[in-house]
């Protein structure tokens, strides 16, 4: 891929919300055709992530809670959940949440399909760019009211 060079002038007059909203859109949506392939939303990603990274601590109303602010599909989170166990995935003891097996293996596919996505957004641009990207991106949010915290 070639991408043509600007000047840093021309860069830094360029609308920061066209260019947002361009890489969400892609990003976004490469993901979720990447995880659609396993039959697979984002909010059910986050679900195995979140369980999967602390096996045993999330209740599906806490994990529920921690997971909706970052939604913007009117996900039914229970929906989610009842899927994934009905799939074998997930299990619940005590109110608590766990990968099964089957759950992990999914959840590795999903993730080596995830990563495709990444790699191919990350080309050409090292560490140091795109945590600079991201604390630029992070300090607009702040500065506009919004929470620059990371998630």
Request: proline share 3%; net charge negative.
């Amino acid at each position: 891929m070639t991408i043509k060079e600007h000047s840093q002038q021309q860069l830094a007059a360029q609308p920061i919300g066209y260019w947002t909203r361009e890489a969400a859109h892609l990003i976004i949506g490469g993901l979720r055709t990447a995880l659609a392939e396993e039959h697979l939303t984002q909010p059910h990603w986050w679900t195995l992530n979140h369980i999967a990274g602390t096996p045993g601590h999330w209740t599906r109303e806490a994990l529920i809670a921690k997971l909706a602010p970052y939604d913007d599909q009117d996900t039914d989170f229970e929906a989610v959940h009842d899927d994934l166990t009905t799939r074998g995935w997930i299990t619940e003891t005590d109110h608590r949440l766990t990968l099964t097996e089957a759950g992990e293996a999914g959840r590795l596919r999903a993730h080596a399909r995830n990563a495709k996505v990444h790699t191919a957004m990350r080309q050409g641009i090292d560490d140091a760019t795109y945590a600079a990207t991201i604390d630029t991106l992070r300090r607009l949010v702040a500065n506009l009211g919004g929470n620059g915290d990371l998630p």
